[in-house]
């Protein structure tokens, strides 16, 4: 698919969503991207992912959503990285169920969130180098989903984790001021 056919299937601004990604084929990179959904009445999602081969998301910062920051719902297989972005003041930061896929999530910020930092439903996430702040689950993981840590900062949650999904942590995160643990990592071994 050339450049033209994929921009065509990027949608912008489209009942309270900011960006809409559907280009099954597509290799799309959103790089210094800033948006406010706010305003009489929020905005939806930020970005949402509906089907995309490889996504980079760098530099961006995503604000005040009534859902999700970044909704990566895909129906085909994606491979997704964010790198260096801000969201805050939205109901999830970030929602993924990409069972096919996977998604890295390097030097994050996540604040101030309704629900959860990271809403894991379906698929394996990394998160390494971010800050998950403020928000009333840092990290969600649902049954069958994984998520991997390596230094992060997860502070000033109610609650740090939520299983019953599996939650491995390099045993170099800091997880200190949330209310409560909530599901308690695993440690495994790093080489």
């Given at each position: ?15 309270g ?42 530099n ?29 003041n ?9 069972p ?17 930092g ?20 840092g ?38 001021g ?5 599901s308690a ?7």
């Amino acid at each position: 698919m050339d450049k033209e056919a994929i921009f065509k299937k990027l949608k912008f601004g489209i009942a309270g969503e900011s960006l809409i990604i559907n280009a099954p084929e597509g290799l799309v990179t959103i790089r210094n991207f800033s948006v406010n959904g706010s305003g009489t009445t929020l905005g939806i999602n930020g970005i949402r992912v509906i089907a995309v081969k490889k996504l980079h998301i760098e530099n961006c910062t995503l604000s005040n959503f009534s859902d999700k920051g970044i909704d990566i719902n895909s129906t085909t297989k994606t491979d997704v990285v964010l790198n260096n972005v801000t969201i805050h003041n939205a109901n999830d930061a970030i929602s993924i169920m990409n069972p096919s896929g996977s998604v890295v999530i390097n030097g994050c910020q996540l604040q101030n969130i309704n629900n959860a930092g990271i809403n894991l439903t379906g698929g394996e996430v990394t998160v390494n180098n971010s800050v998950i702040s403020g928000c009333n689950t840092g990290m969600a993981v649902q049954n069958g989903a994984t998520i991997h840590l390596s230094g992060n900062t997860i502070t000033n949650n109610n609650t740090a984790f939520q299983g019953p999904g599996k939650i491995n942590s390099a045993g170099n995160n800091l997880v200190v001021g949330n209310k409560t643990l909530g599901s308690a990592p695993s440690v495994v071994k790093t080489q």
